[in-house]
């Protein structure tokens, strides 16, 4: 049986590194993100995102991953990526919800509604969005039992940020979304997961060390149990596990990375 994934903000980072981990675990998978590289057009996001150059570097991987352009505050471009993976390979049986931004900077009274609205309308709304496509495909499929969703929060979701109130409390609530989403798969076979990475070597982070004014993300590490910065590749490993038939029992789990 070979299983089919779907991932959001599969271009770069952690979400990129999902999608080759699960490729070398056997998965085929729908590699999502929107692309909007540098004119995003997100306020309070000062930091370029992913392009379409960076997601296409996934077709190196050629029948085993399909490329889509979609955004998940767009619950139509998200649908169309499920239904590729129904027409090309059958089924669904994983989501990853990796797509996310970073706003902060200032304390939260100082914390304009539009920067909040970026935070909450992809970091949270499309977690929802990502949840709302993909889990009916899933329980309509030939094995719920095996179906995965995975969403991924932060540090940040069980513990507050200096000047990153809005981050903060979003993550916090994507915890509170995928508990939820757990509570009503229960009997169904199909699981929910957090995972909460450390701080992790990627663009987002590097944007979170500008804001504290240093030159070295990695001395937002010093407060991890391991000491040092996460590798993408380490924080997917635990991804795929969560994603895998054996990763049942961790449903409704808060997977905290780096303690």
């Given at each position: 049986m070979?299983?089919v994934?779907l991932?959001?903000?599969?271009?770069?980072g952690?979400?990129?590194?999902t999608?080759?981990?699960?490729?070398?675990?056997?998965c085929?998978?729908?590699?999502?993100?929107?692309c909007?590289?540098e004119?995003h057009?997100?306020?309070g996001?000062?930091?370029?995102?992913?392009?379409?150059?960076?997601?296409?570097?996934l077709?190196?991987?050629?029948?085993?991953?399909i490329?889509?352009?979609?955004d998940?505050?767009?619950?139509?471009g998200l649908g169309?990526a499920?239904?590729?993976?129904?027409?090309?390979?059958?089924?669904?049986?994983v989501?990853?919800?990796s797509a996310a931004v970073m706003?902060?900077g200032r304390?939260?009274?100082?914390?304009?509604?539009a920067?909040?609205?970026?935070?909450?309308?992809?970091d949270?709304?499309g977690?929802?969005n990502?949840?709302v496509?993909?889990?009916?495909?899933?329980?309509?499929g030939?094995d719920?039992?095996?179906?995965?969703?995975v969403?991924?929060?932060s540090?940040?979701?069980?513990?507050g940020?200096?000047?990153?109130?809005g981050?903060?409390?979003?993550?916090?609530?994507?915890?509170?979304?995928v508990r939820?989403?757990a509570?009503?798969?229960?009997?169904?076979g199909?699981?929910a997961?957090?995972?909460?990475p450390?701080?992790?070597?990627t663009?987002?982070?590097?944007?979170?060390?500008?804001?504290?004014?240093?030159?070295?993300?990695?001395?937002?590490a010093g407060?991890?149990?391991?000491?040092?910065?996460?590798?993408p590749a380490e924080?997917?490993?635990?991804i795929?596990?969560?994603?895998?038939?054996?990763?049942g029992?961790?449903?409704?789990?808060v997977?905290?990375?780096?303690?």
């Open positions: 070979t299983r994934a991932v959001t903000g599969a271009a770069r952690i979400g990129a590194a999608v080759r981990a699960l490729v070398d675990d056997g085929r998978v729908v590699a999502v993100d929107a909007l590289g004119d057009g997100l306020p996001v000062d930091y370029p995102l992913a392009t379409r150059d960076d997601l296409d570097l077709g190196s991987y050629g029948d085993a991953v490329t889509h352009v979609a998940v505050r767009d619950p139509d169309a499920a239904d590729l993976a129904l027409e090309r390979w059958g089924r669904l049986d989501a990853v919800a706003v902060g304390p939260a009274w100082e914390t304009t509604a920067e909040l609205e970026s935070l909450w309308a992809v949270l709304v977690v929802w990502t949840a496509v993909a889990v009916p495909h899933m329980l309509a030939p719920p039992a095996s179906c995965r969703f969403a991924i929060a540090a940040a979701g069980s513990r940020l200096f000047h990153l109130a981050y903060t409390a979003t993550k916090h609530a994507v915890i509170g979304l939820g989403l509570a009503d798969l229960v009997g169904t199909v699981t997961v957090t995972v909460s450390g701080a992790t070597r663009a987002m982070l590097d944007a979170t060390a500008r804001l504290y004014g240093l030159e070295d993300p990695a001395d937002l407060d991890q149990l391991t000491r040092r910065l996460h590798e924080v997917a490993a635990t795929v596990h969560c994603c895998s038939v054996a990763g029992l961790l449903n409704g789990s997977i905290d990375l780096g303690g």
